[in-house]
């Protein structure tokens, strides 16, 4: 048998990519760089704003609930601390003033989310009267993005103790 007749009905393989799998594969490339690119992050951040704020609203009226309460016998109350340097906080606290009162929980914000009130390495206190559940202090809590400033959420405490968000 000749060598020519061991070939007939075989084909030829060669490794590599063909001209068409190239294409296909670059198209995928192209697809998913493109996809990052608008991929929607401020989306992300505005879901961390609105996540804060809700805790920041559920936070205080727990608060004011407990005093409602009389729970523990105490007044209690939220400590917001603006850090000038680190993650903004806040803590819940019972007694007459946070100076003198028991930290109950501490509550740290979400990295990109900032306190815009108070203001930069301050703090202020909202403190719940026993019973009548009456607010003293700030009237308002506003956080922001870090990224962008200008958007804003804000966490109103009425002086009847409504907190509206």
Request: charged share 15%; glycine share 8%; aromatic share 10%.
């Amino acid at each position: 048998m000749s060598t020519t007749a061991n070939n007939i009905g075989k084909k030829e393989t060669r490794a590599g990519m063909t001209l068409v799998e190239i294409i296909v594969v670059m198209g995928i490339f192209v697809v998913l760089a493109a996809s990052v690119r608008f991929f929607p992050i401020d989306y992300f951040y505005a879901q961390s704003l609105e996540d804060d704020g809700t805790k920041i609203a559920f936070t205080l009226r727990g608060a004011r609930n407990r005093a409602v309460a009389q729970e523990a016998e105490s007044k209690w109350g939220v400590h917001f601390v603006n850090s000038a340097t680190s993650t903004d906080f806040y803590q819940v606290f019972k007694g007459d003033t946070y100076a003198l009162g028991t930290v109950v929980e501490r509550i740290n914000m979400n990295e990109t989310v900032q306190l815009v009130t108070p203001p930069s390495a301050s703090s202020t206190d909202i403190i719940f009267s026993k019973l009548a559940g009456l607010p003293t202090g700030g009237s308002s809590i506003i956080i922001s993005l870090v990224s962008n400033p200008s958007i804003t959420k804000t966490v109103t405490i009425l002086g009847t103790g409504q907190i509206e968000y």
